[in-house]
């Protein structure tokens, strides 16, 4: 059996029951932790999960996905994504390779960025489309999410915006000398994905928002003692 188990949004506690018993009864547990993070450290979790995991980088989950799929029909093996796995992030390629193999696949959900966002006041029911803002580079800027949040915004719905995590990435010039050396993790904050929307706007002047447009950051929803909701303009 493939169990692919969400963890929640803050530490090793957030998992439920059943996705705890799950991965105690695992003769491997992975852990993807490149599309989001939890709060605490992998050794946190292997403490508590009584397991030890395997970390999941993109590159195994994306091209080495028989790897962890090994076996999977005579044993149980988890795949932890933090959040719900389904929520944003959805590891189709994994899912249908495990379908095609055959192997039976066990969901076990938790909650998720996509509707813990609700603790900032706003109804759930008006988020328009989600957006992802990724790190902008000397050379390359992209600017979809923009219409995206205008187009939420003619039809008065919010915008969730998810921003960018960057962890174990190649820069460009090793990627193309196919250099396995790795750049440190960068986690866009709240200022940077702001500076970023409003270099968009500066440049396309189209009104889908200004710098006087409210707009809420939230850092590490769901920890207990540091989570942080913050309303402001952005001027
Ligand atoms: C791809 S999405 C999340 C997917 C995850 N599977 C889920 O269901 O929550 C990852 C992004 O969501 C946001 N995010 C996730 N957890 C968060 C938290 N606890 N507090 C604030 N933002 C969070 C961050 O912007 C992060 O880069």
């Excluded at 580079?137 to 205008?150: A, C, E, G, L, Q």
Aim: proline share 3%.
């Amino acid at each position: 059996m493939l169990y692919i188990i969400g963890l929640g949004l803050s530490d090793e506690k957030d998992v439920t029951i059943k996705g705890f018993e799950a991965i105690k009864s695992c003769e491997r547990v992975y852990l993807e932790a490149y599309t989001s993070i939890l709060m605490v450290s992998k050794e946190k979790l292997e403490e508590f999960y009584g397991k030890e995991l395997i970390l999941a980088d993109r590159e195994m989950v994306e091209s080495q996905s028989d790897e962890i799929l090994l076996n999977a029909d005579k044993k149980n093996v988890a795949f932890l994504v933090v959040g719900d796995p389904f929520g944003a992030t959805t590891h189709a390629d994994l899912i249908i390779r495990a379908k095609e193999l055959s192997i039976p696949i066990q969901t076990i959900h938790n909650a998720s960025i996509m509707n813990a966002v609700g603790a900032c006041g706003l109804q759930l029911y008006n988020f328009g489309q989600t957006i992802s803002i990724p790190f902008f580079t000397d050379n390359w800027r992209p600017d979809s999410f923009y219409d995206r949040i205008k187009e939420n915004r003619n039809l008065g719905l919010h915008t969730l915006c998810l921003l960018d995590i960057k962890v174990k990435e190649q820069s460009i010039e090793n990627l193309a000398r196919g250099k396995k050396i790795y750049e440190p993790p960068r986690y866009m904050n709240v200022n940077q994905a702001i500076e970023q929307l409003l270099e968009i706007e500066e440049q396309r002047k189209e009104n889908a928002y200004t710098s006087e447009t409210l707009a809420i950051g939230i850092a590490r929803l769901g920890s207990l003692t540091e989570q942080l909701i913050k309303a402001e303009c952005t001027s």
